[in-house]
């Protein structure tokens, strides 16, 4: 592709994506209905100068981003003055008006518990740098907290959740983690979300022999790190062995391209574990491109990429490099194949992607019609109003998984010692959930494509392959 046609492609993917991305939000602002919630587009950077405190929050203080709702404001405010009456009328006030806001539904359980005796857990999310992952991974631990709580709680004792923004920072998240271990109260975490930060807090959280489930790190070293870091998300080999084989034995396809960030443990891991599946599988990746180098170029990367021999092109960014990768699909223009990571699976995919990305490939944990017999999708779909992300159902599992340890044991060894037990098993939205010594989990991988559709209202939707 010649510079010129590089940069009308580019100009235009960028017109498109302003215009798509300005009237997404416009619409899910004025119907409030957006269980991606689309709050920024662009990836901020952490704000250092905030402090531990204004990190972590029981409900005296919101810590998404942006304007807060005068109701919610109040609701806050009354938490803070310790008026829970106040608070719990203030916070189902703005939740009648704002169903799908998990932060504020956790603050009105909270408040509903008041100064009564709970058992306290922790997320652990990059609100300030990752608001749309954060609240898809807030909305399962909201969900987990109101059923077990409006249920009679935990052998009558309620459960009580704070939240943590550690902006996907490994300094940060290993304050918080201090901060945590050293408060009595906590009895687990759910998160990191990103797999740096996990392996970053997790040596605090093993040296503080506190439990950490991580419903979103995907990294094949987070296997055997700690006897005290879960996951109820499957390890990065699984999702590649399935891509892999996917490419291979179905597609029939034997060369494939890889996009990925060096500079994040996720990306590394799965590029690694999809060029030694595929590998294993009889084809090969005949070239790799960094997504974080700073002349990196779509356009001569695909063409380059064409001129290797590849059939496929598969996608691994994290969410810093997501718009590079998302160049890669405009550019691409449905001449190869496209697979991609779980990191794919968004709203911002469909928004930008479009008819460029139809037909895509991704590897996820779990989708919201991949099991026609679990009961959680309606529940879930009742609770937010619209359909929730593998994300959300892997934080449900977490803190559900969390539940049922302290329902065996109310301590912090006990929680883990539940865990580890040969015998344990909850419940939950993607299946029963148990794990190995390793702190994995054994659960499968579920591929999905990128197709035409309206359930997302973005035009195009991820479904499952059958």
């Excluded at 996917?246 to 060369?255: A, G």
């Excluded at 294993?280 to 170029?297: H, K, M, N, P």
């Amino acid at each position: 592709m010649s510079q010129k046609n590089e940069t009308a492609v580019l100009v235009l993917a960028l017109l498109l994506t302003l215009g798509i991305v300005g009237a997404g939000v416009w619409w899910f602002t004025r119907n409030g209905v957006n269980i991606s919630n689309t709050l920024s587009q662009k990836t901020p950077e952490p704000a250092s100068n905030v402090s531990l405190e204004d990190r972590i929050s029981f409900g005296e203080k919101t810590l998404i981003p942006g304007e807060i709702a005068p109701a919610k404001k109040e609701g806050v405010q009354a938490i803070a003055a310790k008026s829970y009456d106040k608070a719990i009328a203030s916070l189902q006030a703005f939740l009648k008006l704002r169903p799908n806001d998990p932060e504020a539904l956790i603050y009105l359980n909270n408040a509903r518990i008041g100064t009564s005796q709970s058992y306290t857990i922790v997320a652990s999310v990059p609100m300030g740098t990752d608001p749309n992952t954060s609240l898809e991974i807030l909305r399962g631990i909201a969900q987990a907290q109101n059923t077990i709580n409006t249920s009679g709680g935990i052998k009558n004792v309620p459960l009580k959740v704070g939240i943590a923004n550690d902006d996907n920072n490994l300094e940060i998240s290993k304050k918080i983690a201090s901060k945590l271990v050293n408060n009595p109260q906590v009895f687990g975490v759910i998160g990191p979300n990103a797999s740096d930060t996990t392996l970053a807090a997790g040596t605090v959280y093993n040296a503080g022999q506190l439990v950490a489930i991580s419903p979103t790190s995907t990294s094949v070293k987070i296997s055997n790190f700690s006897r005290y870091v879960f996951r109820t998300v499957p390890s990065d080999f699984m999702a590649a062995r399935t891509l892999a084989n996917y490419m291979v034995k179905t597609l029939q396809k034997k060369n494939a391209a890889v996009f990925f960030n060096s500079q994040s443990n996720y990306s590394q891991s799965l590029k690694s574990e999809f060029v030694s599946s595929v590998s294993l599988e009889g084809g090969q990746v005949s070239s790799e491109f960094d997504l974080s180098q700073a002349d990196f170029s779509a356009a001569k990367s695909v063409e380059r990429a064409i001129k290797q021999g590849a059939e496929v092109l598969m996608l691994v960014p994290n969410t810093n490099t997501q718009d590079k990768a998302l160049q890669v699909v405009q550019v691409n223009q449905k001449q190869l194949t496209l697979l991609g990571g779980d990191n794919v699976y968004n709203v911002k995919t469909l928004e930008i992607g479009r008819e460029q990305a139809v037909g895509m490939i991704v590897a996820v944990p779990w989708h919201i019609e991949g099991n026609p017999m679990s009961d959680f999708p309606q529940k879930s779909r009742q609770l937010w109003g619209g359909d929730v992300s593998w994300r959300t159902a892997l934080s449900y599992d977490a803190t559900v998984a969390l539940i049922a340890a302290l329902e065996r044991n109310p301590t912090r060894s006990g929680v883990q010692q539940a865990l580890l037990s040969s015998d344990f098993s909850a419940s939950g939205a993607s299946g029963t959930i148990r794990f190995l010594p390793s702190g994995d989990r054994t659960a499968p991988v579920q591929l999905v494509k990128i197709v035409p559709g309206s359930r997302s209202r973005t035009g195009y939707d991820f479904e499952p392959v059958k």
